[in-house]
């Protein structure tokens, strides 16, 4: 999906501005979209190799606003 593919591209442009030595660690998040947050956490495994992952629910009084099919990605280096 094209804006899965905006959101590593963003990922990826970040980390190089950064250009941290520190550990990366990464989280996708979704609203009733499993399997598509997978594929997600998949890409982002096999491109940016952090130290640690997450997948995870949104809760419900984020889902409340953003709606059924949200996809987020987000990430840290320390």
Known sequence: CRATERMLEIMAERLQAENGDGVLRAAVVHADRE???????????????PAESYLTDLTPAVGTHVGPGTLGLGWCVE
């Not at 997978?38 to 491109?47: A, W």
């Open 35 to 49: 399997d598509e947050a997978l594929e997600l956490l998949e890409q982002v495994l096999s491109r940016f190799q």
